[in-house]
């Protein structure tokens, strides 16, 4: 298991991998390459802000693989990376995806992983549920996420949330419940990506509520 001082080999291979995707041929026609960056600024004086960032290729017969690298200034460690892979398959109107992720972080290198099954559903006009289920095979921590979506005007969102984690052998005190409403606009550019802003109200049985500032853009290359 790599150690603290080992995780710099994690980013630098993502910076690597980032680096190298753009040179792709286009021969792979079968492939769509997208990137992300996030930023949340908490509403709360004396908190940081938290930094996101990721790519992303899926091949159009529905596998997927990326890396994410996230700022968590809230944990005993300051920074995560995430390398995923899985497939998007889609039946019976449900759009599904089926992954496996591996967690580092700069402190205990090699932290976790998490096996999780994602769907969502359009419901009618401009509304869509989604669900989520998660589990960290080593720890039997369980996440579960149920979200709908509503399209209020044109490009204006919002996003009601709710989730829950727990350990399946411990459930009871040990609960953590985390609800989330996101008001937000997206701008979508000549280019075809898109810059979403918006604010986002969180709340849960452990803490007071928070008000964080959210500005995201996605692009594919």
């Known amino acids: 298991m790599a150690r603290g001082h080992d995780i710099a080999r994690y980013p630098a291979a993502g910076l690597m991998l980032l680096a190298l995707l753009p040179a792709v041929p286009a021969a792979a026609d079968d492939w769509a390459i997208r990137k ?29 693989s990326g890396f994410t690298a996230a700022t968590v200034p809230f944990r005993d460690h300051n ?22 992720s591996q967690r580092f ?40 996420e ?36 996101f008001a937000s606009r997206n ?3 000549d280019d075809g990506a898109n810059t979403r802003i918006g604010i986002r109200f969180a709340d849960t049985n452990r803490a007071a509520a928070t008000a964080a500032l959210s500005v995201s853009y996605q692009a594919d290359f």
């Not at 600024?41 to 790519?55: D, H, K």
């Open 36 to 64: 992300y960056y996030n930023v949340q600024r908490p509403a709360t004086p004396g908190l940081e802000p938290v930094f996101r960032s990721g790519i992303e290729g899926e091949a159009w017969t529905g596998f997927f």
């Open 79 to 100: 920074t995560e990376f995430d390398f995923y892979f899985g497939i998007r398959p889609s039946l019976l109107g449900f759009d599904m995806d089926i992954s496996y």
């Open 105 to 144: 972080n700069d402190i205990s290198g090699s932290c976790c992983s998490t096996v999780e099954f994602d769907f969502d559903r359009p419901l009618w006009r401009g509304a869509t549920l989604e669900g989520k289920f998660s589990l960290d095979p080593d720890t039997n921590l369980t996440r579960t």
């Open 146 to 181: 149920t979200r709908a979506t509503f399209q209020v005007f044109e490009n204006y969102q919002l996003d009601s949330t709710l989730k829950t984690s727990f350990h399946a052998d411990n459930p009871g005190d040990d609960t953590l419940v985390n609800y989330n409403l």
């Open 187 to 189: 701008f979508i550019h």
